[in-house]
């Protein structure tokens, strides 16, 4: 089953990038065409696809189509050859309230469904009055929830086999490649950073260190989704860190932060900035996965792009030896992130539940001095 | 330009779709893994490592165990060994013993046989020699009374004789 899920996943790619060459360094008159009269029609302020109405591709469209986010599932092709697979769409108006549609129903864009358009992968209604909240099954929720199925499905399946086989006998398949990748997540990053408190915190940082890892490969698959690339998706992340940092903080650690050991006189810049540092720290976290994903997938596109910004294949074999290293840096920076991640989760949480022993010696210290 | 500033923008700028959809999608997946999956695969990790430390430490304990049996083996060789010598020993003086007493048993026989035939042999001796004797007295009496019938036979060789005798006795 292994080999076939590769073959496809390869025969995808290949046809992808094969697609993606032709219709683009050689558009037909035909196509060309039809794009242009497209784009008159609609009069759509980014290039549909990324081609510009002289038939040259604009590569910063097309570089952002694929590290934002879609309503469509695009799998190859452009203009009337794509492949994309329209995905469900919930909006809710504070006029019309819940509305359930499928995003086929703007057929790319190009039509409006009611009061509703399609721009820039943005609902927006034609009332000026109506304001829309978009709550649709975009690309990323999707890849979200097939990710979350597919680890909700791993490690279930991997905890069976504990189940079936004993713990006496030695894992296998499945349950050996990620029982490393477990107890490294437990042992080198849970309890060597937190300490005796660790086993609370475990599960969430096995979540966090697996569904980070699984869409950041996946978000390697040319047809995946970049959803650890999305600043929406980092914000949740780091948001559940804060929360539970904070919530497990014990005395030391709000004395710290209110009372920080020193002079009295520096307090009132201290404090400010120890607060701010409650949030700096996750809003770090946020960032550096958002920018580190992003910036992967942009260079690799970028490299690729220099194939149709010199409108040459010669230049091809730079940018695929180029694009294999940077895919091969790639795969380590998807697992490095995912590491980084729950590492410096575990550090945060860890200061906040560590015995801060030093703390109350300083404060003690004070005390005699007072 | 333009349009690139739109996509700028829609990069750094949450969706709110999305952050609802992650809340909800993550904090059910940990729901869902930390009961089915984490926690059932935690413990049994951590019950097959106690279970390895415990082997290991058995296995160590055996191992001294070993050692100490061993050495208790040895000392019970020794022991044996010791014993046999003894035994050994005590066999080959047992051994002496009763050579030695067969010795003085078997010559105080052949003393005791070696004696009783000397004693037999003096006892034939004397006896032969008695007989002897008396067969000799008897044969002196005999050639004596034939002497003395031939000497006294006529009456000149009587006074032959008394001569003789007066001679030897002279007068003295």
């Known amino acids: ?370 | 330009m333009n349009s690139l500033f739109i996509l700028e923008a829609s990069l750094i700028k949450p969706g709110i779709g999305l952050i609802v959809w992650t809340s909800l999608v993550f904090i059910l997946l940990l729901v869902l893994l930390g009961k089915y999956a984490w926690k059932p695969i935690l413990s049994a990790i951590k019950e097959r490592e106690e279970g390895i430390n415990k082997a290991l430490a058995s296995a160590e304990e055996a191992k001294n165990e070993m050692k100490e049996l061993k050495s208790a083996n040895e000392i019970i060789l020794t022991q044996a060994r010791t014993e046999r010598d003894a035994m050994l020993k005590e066999a080959r003086e047992a051994k002496d013993a009763m050579i030695n007493e067969a010795k003085v048993k078997a010559k105080s026989e052949s003393d005791r046989i070696l004696a009783s035939a000397r004693e037999q042999i003096t006892n034939e001796k004397n006896a032969a020699i008695t007989e002897l004797k008396n067969q000799v007295a008897t044969l002196s009496i005999e050639i004596a009374e034939k002497i003395l019938k031939s000497e006294l036979s006529s009456d000149d060789k009587q006074k032959a004789l008394v001569s003789n005798l007066m001679k030897d006795v002279n007068l003295n």
Not at chain 1, 131 to 143: A, E, G, P, R
Not at chain 1, 186 to 203: E, L, Q
Not at chain 1, 241 to 259: C, F, P, R, S
Request: aromatic share 12%; hydrophobic share 45%.
């Open chain 1, 1 to 370: 089953m292994g080999k076939r899920t590769l073959f496809l996943v390869v025969v995808l790619i290949i046809s992808g990038l094969f697609s993606g060459k032709i219709s683009a360094s050689e558009p037909t008159e035909h196509s060309r065409a039809e794009q242009d009269s497209i784009h008159a029609a609609s009069n759509h302020a980014p290039a549909e696809h990324g081609q510009t109405k002289n038939g040259k591709v604009d590569i910063t469209a097309v570089a952002f189509e694929h590290i934002l986010d879609s309503h469509y599932w695009h799998f190859w092709g452009e203009g009337h050859d794509a492949v994309a697979l329209p995905l469900p769409c919930i909006i809710y108006s504070n006029k019309a309230g819940f509305k359930f549609f499928s995003s086929g129903v703007f057929h790319h864009g190009h039509e409006s469904y009611g009061n509703y358009s399609l721009v820039n992968e943005e609902i927006v209604s034609s009332d000026p009055e109506e304001k829309v909240t978009d709550l649709s099954i975009t690309k990323n929720v999707m890849q979200l929830f097939i990710s979350a199925a597919l680890l909700f499905w791993l490690f279930t399946s991997i905890a069976k086999a504990y189940k079936t086989t004993g713990v006496t006998s030695a894992p296998k398949g499945k349950q050996s490649f990620f029982e490393p990748l477990i107890t490294f997540v437990r042992d080198d990053i849970a309890k060597d950073n937190i300490g005796a408190k660790s086993g609370k915190f475990t599960p969430y940082l096995l979540t966090v260190f697996f569904l980070i890892l699984i869409n950041n490969v996946l978000g390697m698959i040319p047809i995946g989704a970049n959803l650890t690339g999305n600043i929406a998706f980092t914000f949740v992340l780091a948001a559940c860190t804060l929360i539970i940092t904070n919530i497990n903080g014990n005395k030391g650690y709000w004395m710290h932060i209110l009372l920080p050991p020193v002079p009295k006189a520096l307090y009132p810049m201290m404090i400010p900035l120890e607060i701010l540092g409650i949030f700096t720290k996750p809003f770090a976290l946020m960032i550096r996965l958002f920018a580190n994903m992003t910036a992967g997938h942009i260079i690799v596109i970028s490299l690729i792009g220099l194939i149709f910004y010199f409108e040459t294949l010669w230049i091809s074999p730079v940018s695929v030896a180029f694009t294999l290293f940077i895919d091969v840096l790639e795969c380590l920076v998807a697992v490095l992130q995912a590491y980084i991640f729950t590492l410096l989760t575990a550090q945060f949480i860890g200061a906040a539940v560590a015995d801060h022993h030093h703390e109350e010696g300083h404060g003690s210290e004070e005390h005699a001095a007072h």
